[in-house]
């Protein structure tokens, strides 16, 4: 079957430009639809000769992976068993009750719940399931209580857009109030008197831009608005402190913040500055009141050169950076991930030497201790619950080869209460695998992490089949975390890994620092070592390792096929952002200018221009055999606009010198976030997965 995108159709012409002397041709530009604002909402508007294009591909990739067909449902219901048809979460206390979510067997979305504090009736808050009822596509974004508890704000996104609709639940009556706010961000923040919130409105070009504030039984349009930031490079965020007392209005890019606050107390309250931005400094906030009634402010930072990040404390009378104190002093290479602040504790989850811990500081006496644990490589993850005068913290812990574990931590008594494991009912023994962390060197002499799961007893000879995961931006790393998914990989013969590459934080912000800008390639050249060194150890072969990449990572897929295609038997990127320079130079796209801190700004800056030019992944295709690639995008997806993974892809099938695949498939219905509901984002790891065995041979 011939795939469809060879060319532009003859009416489209190329688009040209010139910019810093260099002329740029995009031939595939008439993929983008003139109103793609429109089809980011509802995908329905999309121009129809452009949606002919879009189905065609849809269809020759049914057809292309047509012969996996039982594969993937077999994998399907192999995943869907090991998911607890009723799963729940933990029960969080919050003032007279306990809030919780859980599914209905065979449901596809959450239900949100809560009973009395202790036990009691439940009470049904959010349906997820009949919520979503007839609908193609459903997300319930935030959740929020009332301070009395009787309200609830909730919102929700129905085209995978990330534009989220709020309203207001009435848990006496079961019904909704007539309040109706559209274009918010998800999150809501409630004035202590129960009779508004706050929210962050998403513009027309999807950017979270500002602050309103919305009181009950009014129209949309006549909220307050009460913070508007004017730098188009910069995100608005909305937060509460642990206390409750304080809203933060938290205002940053990749590299530099500030924040302010809204005293929930008073009516009509405006924002107050806690300290100016300065251009690569970064700070968050927290409340707390001494023992002699003073409002003080804990702050994480990275102010005078603490690039892993320290602790300080502030009067919020006076909390100028001038008169920052150091609570947590800097130790390079000890990262301080986040802090949780509680009446009488201060908690902290850091990284040192790849693992996490928490550690516990009594704010009286301040002691502290760590909260210890005995595998050699974990996963771990910080939860301070909804209340402030609590001795109790809860942590989520799970290794490779461990399900997660929920746990509740007394920090007065230093005692611990496991209160979930996950559970696996198509079972699972970690004794029949192998989790190890290995280090790949690269060429400017650094090492970088790997994460390594297999069963016991699989050939370490070359033989094996290898997944190598990669994602490398934004400073987020890649925990070593249990996944029921990989292990229909791992049970097949294959080996799981994980590459903590520059552009994460696994080794401290250096290792972000150093994958990013003017550095990003090291990033790619990472992930490259990472798979010739699992080549060289026998761990596997080369063109036995399929490449695996989401989103910024997919842009990695990108990269890494057009510079080591002979590596990679097979390549998967999911929502990929491989048109990196022309979106770079169009500053209407959603997240242009808040990424060029992340990326560089090509349109003012000739050497950031040249830089990109010279990784992109759609002007660095060349002709040369590339091997297997599926990827997969959505159609109202606001952060990687479909129309990129639909260039690349054209791209690759005009260049390429092989007759192996390259396969392009679309949702319609979803964004970013993939397929709603549980069971449908299953189907996708089941494609993916079905492709990675057949190309390896493996099934």
């Not at 100016?276 to 009634?293: C, F, K, L, M, S």
Request: aromatic share 10%.
């Amino acid at each position: 079957m011939t795939s469809p995108i060879l060319a532009p159709v003859a009416e489209k012409r190329p688009t040209r430009r010139i910019v810093h002397e260099v002329a740029l041709q995009d031939d595939y530009a008439w993929l983008r639809a003139d109103n793609w604002q429109e089809v980011l909402r509802d995908g329905s508007v999309l121009p129809a000769d452009i949606r002919a294009h879009l189905e065609a591909e849809n269809r020759y990739a049914e057809a292309m992976l047509a012969p996996g067909e039982r594969l993937r449902t077999n994998l399907f219901e192999e995943l869907k068993g090991r998911i607890k048809a009723d799963d729940a979460s933990v029960p969080t206390p919050d003032g007279a009750f306990d809030y919780y979510w859980r599914f209905r067997e065979g449901g596809q979305h959450r239900i949100y719940c809560r009973r009395q504090r202790g036990g009691g009736d439940e009470t049904v808050l959010l349906d997820g399931d009949a919520l979503a009822g007839g609908k193609s596509y459903f997300s319930i974004g935030g959740m929020s209580p009332s301070p009395d508890h009787r309200l609830v704000a909730w919102s929700s996104d129905e085209a995978g857009s990330e534009f989220y609709q709020a309203r207001i639940l009435d848990t006496w009556t079961g019904e909704n109030l007539s309040d109706h706010v559209p274009d918010t961000g998800g999150g809501m923040v409630w004035r202590q008197d129960g009779l508004a919130f706050f929210y962050v409105k998403v513009d027309a070009n999807h950017r979270p831009s500002s602050v309103w504030e919305h009181r009950l039984g009014g129209q949309a349009s006549e909220d307050r608005l009460v913070y508007e930031e004017a730098d188009a490079g910069m995100f608005v965020g909305l937060s509460q402190t642990q206390s409750r007392r304080f809203a933060i209005i938290s205002i940053h890019d990749h590299e530099t913040s500030e924040a302010r606050i809204i005293d929930l107390t008073r009516v009509d309250g405006s924002p107050v500055l806690i300290e100016p931005r300065i251009a690569g400094v970064q700070y968050e906030i927290e409340h707390w009141r001494d023992t002699a009634g003073t409002d003080q402010l804990f702050i994480l930072t990275n102010e005078n050169g603490a690039e892993d990040f320290k602790i300080v404390t502030a009067s919020l009378a006076a909390p100028a950076r001038s008169q920052w104190r150091e609570v947590i002093d800097h130790k390079p290479g000890r990262f301080i991930l986040n802090m949780v602040v509680l009446a009488s504790w201060l908690v902290r989850l850091e990284r040192e030497d790849g693992l996490p811990r928490i550690v516990v500081r009594h704010l009286d006496d301040v002691s502290e201790h760590s909260i210890a644990f005995a595998e050699e490589a974990y996963s771990l993850a910080l939860d301070g619950g909804a209340e402030f005068e609590t001795d109790m913290i809860r942590f989520v812990y799970s290794s490779m080869t461990t399900p997660a574990e929920t746990w509740d931590y007394d920090m007065r008594t230093r005692s611990r209460e496991l209160r979930k494991r996950q559970e696996i009912p198509s079972g699972h023994d970690p004794s029949r695998y192998v989790t190890r962390r290995v280090f790949a060197p690269t060429a400017d002499e650094e090492r970088v992490p790997i994460s390594l799961l297999y069963r016991k007893g699989v050939p370490l000879d070359g033989s094996a089949p290898l997944l190598l995961y990669g994602y490398g931006a934004y400073g987020l790393s890649m925990p070593a975390q249990f996944s029921t998914n990989a292990l229909s990989l791992v049970d097949r013969g294959f080996v799981y890994a994980i590459a903590h590459i520059r552009g994460g934080t696994e080794r401290g912000w250096r290792w972000y620092r150093e994958g990013k800008l003017s550095r990003k390639t090291n990033s790619f050249h990472d992930f490259i070592a990472a798979g010739d060194y699992l080549a060289a150890q026998k761990i596997t072969s080369r063109g036995r390792i399929v490449a695996h990449g989401g989103s910024a990572g997919g842009m990695l897929m990108g990269a890494v096929a057009n510079l080591a295609p002979d590596l990679f038997g097979a390549v998967v990127a999911e929502v990929p952002f491989v048109d990196v320079l022309t979106t770079m130079l169009d500053d209407t796209l959603p997240l242009t200018p808040p990424e060029w801190p992340e990326w560089g700004n090509p349109i003012v800056d000739a050497e950031a221009f040249r830089t990109i030019l010279a990784y992109s992944p759609v002007d660095n295709v060349k002709a040369q055999a590339y091997p297997p690639l599926l990827a997969l995008a959505g159609l109202t997806d606001p952060r990687v606009t479909y129309w990129e993974p639909a260039k690349w892809v054209a791209r690759l099938r005009e260049m390429k010198t092989c007759d192996n695949p390259v396969i392009f498939r679309l949702n319609m219905d979803s964004g970013h976030g993939d397929a709603s509901g549980r069971f449908e984002r299953l189907k996708e790891v089941a494609l993916v997965q079905a492709f990675a065995l057949q190309t390896m041979g493996a099934v």
